[in-house]
């Protein structure tokens, strides 16, 4: 069954360095996301990427996050400078078709900023 | 503005038993679509079961079943017969065609299933 891969799947980071969290999308899928969920919180939106742009970012999405679509396979979270806030567990996600519809999630990436 | 709210922080149930998971939730939008996923304590999410808001019949899904009530805006998951793998924490989501598609998630209940 085709799933969305995350790598990696922990890692630490001191305060104020950049972090890029990869993701594979399932292949034929179009609309790729980011989500986000400190520990014991609930899950919530970063931002929404279709045909190389992006067409959603929620509040929390500010400059110093950036996604990408690097090679047609990959979608990257870049995060620029590391806040101990940012530490979390991220998923990306990515749905066949833009309407309402079951997004397929990756397993996560827990990032710890310390 | 969408808004999903699960009052059970926490449940326990007997093995084999049913439980029913609470979600309400609120949106302008006539055109939503609601969801479980199930996030066991490694991690992932696990997509469980979907239900359209023009759907007439509640959906099912093996073990799973929603039951959707549109005038009280509540979408419940039922777990059957529960299984001790069924511990894990559930979340109700809701994606609307005019806020984007994206989810909007609940707070989550924890589900441990007894022996």
């Known amino acids: 069954e085709p799933e969305v891969t995350q790598t990696p799947s922990h890692q630490v980071t001191q305060m104020g360095q950049e972090v890029i969290l990869r993701c594979v999308p399932i292949s034929n899928h179009l609309y790729f996301y980011w989500y986000r969920q400190i520990l014991g919180q609930k899950v919530e939106f970063l931002v929404s990427?279709?045909?190389?742009?992006?067409?959603?970012k929620s509040e929390i999405f500010d400059d110093q996050f950036s996604v990408e679509r690097p090679d047609g396979s990959n979608f990257t979270l870049k995060i620029r400078s590391t806040k101990l806030e940012d530490s979390a567990m991220y998923f990306c996600a990515s749905t066949h078709e833009g309407g309402i519809t079951e997004a397929f999630f990756g397993q996560g990436t827990r990032l710890t900023v310390v | 503005a969408q808004k999903i709210t699960q009052t059970q922080p926490g449940m326990f149930v007997q093995e084999k038993e049913a439980v029913t998971l609470d979600c309400t939730y609120d949106?302008?939008?006539?055109?939503?679509?609601l969801f479980w996923y199930k996030q066991p304590s490694s991690g992932e999410m696990i997509f469980l079961i979907y239900?359209?808001?023009?759907?007439?019949q509640n959906a099912t899904e093996g073990r799973y079943s929603l039951n959707f009530q549109k005038a009280r805006k509540s979408a419940n998951l039922v777990i059957s017969a529960s299984q001790l793998g069924d511990s894990a924490m559930y979340f109700c989501a809701m994606s609307a065609k005019a806020a984007g598609n994206k989810l909007t998630f609940g707070g989550g209940t924890r589900v441990l299933v007894k022996p």
């Open positions: 239900q359209g808001s023009y759907d007439q």
């Open positions: 949106t302008s939008d006539p055109s939503y679509g």
């Open positions: 990427f279709y045909n190389n742009e992006i067409s959603e």
